[in-house]
């Protein structure tokens, strides 16, 4: 009897006994079509981690972090985890999408998986060429229901880190201030250049196919121009969906117009002229390298040309549709990228 009870009183103790939580967080998991050798993890200048991944995509490691939100970048594109010591995350995701498809598992994935969604949640809640065809009441109107919209998607979410909600709350106002100037600003553009007004022109600018090109040699179209250059890495970002939209309206009553405003900006050089010449020099070497289509021009006098002053632009990219008579139709056009682009173009029937 004394031997079973001192049997049972040791079991006792080896089933309350307690795994010491880790001072550190593992990370494992693959990606799929991968663009890099590796993951980059960062926070900042605080928190800096390189993670190799091995050839079938797979990747693990340890990571000694204090709880917060830690970026991931994998050479190509980034999305964002939660970390905190002890947790055990497996992420996946997919190179060719990875905010999209990113996913997440494991022990401490709550709030990862909160990230996702609120993600997910906020593009389809908000649209922005929505939001600029509203006039400034009914912006006004809007942008409250989205406010409480958003707290009650939070507040919904009891499992996750109180921290990291706390913090998506605090952002909620400023994000949703500084959307509303940008929105405001595509209105005020409108009122300013509006559709069916004839459209500002450019005159004989430099095509990389050879001659030159004018706005009244595409008569008979609809232009959907792109305003970019090589050293603005948003414009960079769009041409793939440019090039995707390109294939898509292949022989239909469009044309794809892309005009660089490179004017020498991110290429240094003795003088202003050298350094011009070697912005031009950009140009065409990046339509080469990344195989860009459509018609690709080059504006005579960059930021101050007629055409880019006539549209009011001060930034890039801008996009912009110009009917089949040469009158404007949206001075602020939706991005390629834009997930109802092509709900779009069709309501002009193209």
Known sequence: MKKLLVCVAALSIVAC???????????????????????????GRDFKKTIRVNEDGTFSDTLKVKAGVYGVYDGKDQTNVFLENDADITMNLNGENVRESVSFSGKGSES????????????????????????????????????????????????????????????????????????????NLKKQLPAGTPSPTFENYENYEGGTTSLSDLKGKYVYI???????????????????????????????????????????????????????????????????????????????????????????????????????VNPDAPRPSYSKINEYFSSFGI
């Open 226 to 328: 792109d305003v970019w250059a090589t050293w603005c890495g948003p414009c960079i970002g769009e041409i793939p969906a440019l090039q995707k939209l390109e294939k898509e309206y292949e022989g239909k009553n469009i044309a794809f117009v892309s005009i660089s405003t490179d004017n020498g900006r991110g290429y240094r050089a003795a003088s202003k002229e050298e350094s011009f010449e070697l912005s031009k020099e950009g140009w065409r070497k990046m339509i080469a390298e990344k195989n860009m289509s459509g018609i690709q021009l080059f504006a005579d006098n960059a930021f101050q040309s007629d055409f880019v002053t006539g549209y009011k632009i001060n930034s890039i990219p801008r996009f912009i549709l110009i009917g089949p008579e040469g009158n404007i």
């Open 17 to 43: 006994k307690k795994e010491a939580p880790k001072d550190y967080a593992t990370l494992s998991g693959k990606v799929e079509n991968k663009n890099s050798d590796s993951l980059f993890i960062y926070q």
């Open 112 to 187: 990862s998986v909160f990230l996702v969604e609120k993600f997910k949640f906020e593009e389809d809640l908000i649209d922005i060429e929505v939001l600029k065809n509203l006039d400034e009441k009914g912006l006004d109107t809007k942008m409250t229901s989205v406010k409480d919209e958003m707290f009650a998607f939070y507040d919904k979410n009891k499992a996750v880190d109180s921290t990291l909600i706390a913090q998506s709350k605090a952002q909620t106002e400023p994000m949703l201030k500084s959307l509303k100037a940008y929105v405001l600003g595509g209105i």
